[in-house]
């Protein structure tokens, strides 16, 4: 235990994420040590910080301004909406260059132990966002952890009535790393959201009953086709025209010509 000043330098750098006791106490002689004009830039850093930055109107980003400038950029894709929970993971996302939309940051996740519930998060926002007809799909970017999990549940329950398209990360082994090292859940996800690896040609078995499908779609389509096709028409009876005696057949009546009677079998 350190007296006056330290000792409050170091419970105030104690309450920092990721700072133990251990790690604020050499953060504290750090600042001790170094120079008086680099510690007085760092404390206006952290003070101009405060001042000027906020959070978006619109996605609640952080910004300078009142949006973000990602929300500003009329080049993005504004039918796509990603759902982050923290300010850095927007920054994650865009290192990847693979999303062209926009985001909407939740400022957490749903935390029970912790006392935050969707009241806290920013889904209300949310839901007024989604009153625009031109969002498709909504993209679920939230941790892959017990908090993320839960957190996506409940925007998949609270936002499918919408009937917007919700999709979800893809959760699985990492690149370049071990498969003996990885945990079951990632193995179990791994499999779940195994796809095709390239084009493979059919085997015997897929081969034999593409044959078989066909064999069976043969007949009826002969069966449709023939019941489809018109019934060949009667041909009418050929009528004859008797010729006139002036030669002239146009005008004369058409009629079936009865055959005279045999003279002979009259009698």
Known sequence: MYEGAVQELIDELGRLPGIGPKSAQRIAFHIL???????????????LVKDKVKFCEICFNISE?????I????RRDGTMICIVEESKDVL?????????????????SINPLAGIGPEQL????LVTRLADDSITELILATDPNLEGEATAVYLVRALAPL???ITRLASGLPVGGDLEYADEVTLARAFEGRRAAGRTAPGPARLKAEKQESEQEAPQAEAGDAAEK???QLSEPRLLRVASDTGDTGDAPSHPVVPEMDSRRSH
């Open 230 to 232: 018109p019934k060949a």
């Open 163 to 165: 009937g917007i398209r």
């Open 65 to 69: 301004q009142d949006t973000c400038a």
């Open 33 to 47: 040590d170094a120079d008086a004009e680099d510690m007085t830039r760092l404390a206006a850093s952290i003070q």
């Open 122 to 125: 920013h889904i209300r926002e």
């Open 92 to 108: 994650a996302i865009e290192r990847t260059r693979a999303f062209s939309g926009k985001y909407h940051v939740l400022g957490g």
């Open 71 to 74: 929300c500003r950029d009329e």
